[in-house]
């Protein structure tokens, strides 16, 4: 599976991005990780397919919507309010079979986005 992030960029803060991550098989949970420089790679939102069940960082919870298309193997983040603090590159996962659910742990997935930067000026 390859997975194709895209939408990064720089805006002031307040402002909103929308990343997107098309993948080219099914997947079955979509995740967003972030990691800024010096610091380690950390969870943002999922989607779980099956259901539509989503799960957010705390630091994003009521920012960022995480949804998708089935229709197109894509999953878009909107992250409206952007802080400086969301600085990072953007990483959009994938796991490959069912039965490792809604997981928040990165080692957990099995598919990984080249990533996408996103800078939040102040």
């Known amino acids: 599976v390859q997975l194709q992030a895209s939408g990064g960029g720089l805006v002031q803060a307040g402002g909103s991005l929308r990343l997107s991550c098309a993948a080219s098989?099914?997947?079955?949970?979509l995740g967003w990780f972030r990691q800024a420089p010096g610091k380690e790679r950390e969870f943002v939102a999922l989607?779980?397919?099956?259901?539509?069940?989503?799960d957010y960082a705390d630091s994003v919870k009521g920012r960022f919507t995480i949804s998708g298309d089935n229709a197109k193997n894509t999953v878009y983040l909107q992250m409206n309010s952007l802080l400086p603090e969301d600085t990072a590159v953007y990483y959009c996962?994938?796991?490959?079979?069912?039965?490792?659910?809604?997981?928040?742990?990165?080692?957990?997935?099995?598919?990984w986005g080249q990533g996408t930067q996103v800078t939040v000026s102040s």
């Open positions: 989607l779980l397919k099956s259901d539509g069940s989503t």
């Open positions: 996962a994938a796991t490959g079979n069912p039965f490792k659910g809604a997981t928040r742990r990165a080692s957990r997935y099995d598919y």
């Open positions: 098989l099914r997947t079955f949970t």
